[in-house]
């Protein structure tokens, strides 16, 4: 089965500190996406990267950057957390589109992030 | 830009039911449409795929179809049961934009 793990499933930070919020997907797949999903707005795009070393902004990039060191890890970092941050982050990740590969897309269990 | 909207917003039913849940798009010039549940305050699960080129996806209880002309998929849940008390989202992979995904449509089952 395809497993996609965030690091954390529940954080409290305090405004201004750093946060580093960590994927991991087992089934090489070379796209990985950052959401954040809060009511009444759906789950917006953060960032994507479609390769190592690689990402490009999405919806709501502002105040987030990421990192792809490694094809499996993709690291969504907060370098200062302010409260309108408080959220849930989803982490996915799928192959690329092809011949072969459907895009099916795959979630990991979320991260529960509250900023005070 | 794509839009996908889900209707209904939320639906209550007895257990035992057949029911439909609807998701509508914009744009007909679509990769695939995916079918996800989501239980509250976790990650999203896939249900089902429909490539462009397919009209229906099964799978046990679960039925989605696809006609991409009119913008339009449906979630059919055959003989419901409570455990299937669920927020179902849709989303679209989009040519050029990525994944866009509906609103949701709370479904509660009741025992």
């Known amino acids: 089965d395809v497993k996609v793990t965030q690091s954390s499933r529940y954080l409290v930070k305090r405004t201004g500190e750093k946060v580093f919020l960590e994927c991991v997907q087992d089934?090489?797949?070379?796209?990985m996406f950052w959401y954040r999903q809060d009511p009444g707005l759906g789950l917006r795009l953060i960032y994507f990267s479609y390769d190592v070393k690689m990402k490009e902004k999405g919806d709501i990039p502002e105040g987030y950057s990421v990192s792809r060191e490694k094809k499996e890890r993709f690291s969504l970092i907060l370098e200062s957390a302010s409260t309108n941050q408080t959220s849930m982050y989803l982490c996915?990740?799928?192959?690329?589109?092809?011949?072969?590969?459907?895009?099916?897309?795959?979630f990991g269990e979320g991260s529960r992030l509250t900023v005070l | 830009k794509q839009e996908v909207t889900q209707i209904p917003a939320a639906l209550s039913v007895p257990e035992g039911e057949n029911l439909v849940l609807n998701c509508s798009f914009t744009d007909s010039a679509i990769y695939n449409l995916q079918w996800f549940r989501q239980d509250p305050g976790k990650g999203l699960t896939s249900l089902l795929l429909i490539q462009s080129s397919q009209r229906e996806q099964t799978s046990g209880r679960l039925n989605a179809s696809l006609d991409k002309s009119s913008g339009r998929s449906t979630l059919y849940i055959a003989a419901s049961q409570p455990g299937d008390s669920a927020t179902y989202l849709c989303a679209v992979d989009n040519y050029g934009q990525n994944f866009v995904f509906g609103p949701g449509t709370r479904l509660s089952v009741l025992p």
């Open positions: 089934m090489d797949h070379e796209n």
């Open positions: 996915a990740s799928n192959h690329a589109r092809g011949l072969v590969a459907t895009g099916e897309l795959f």
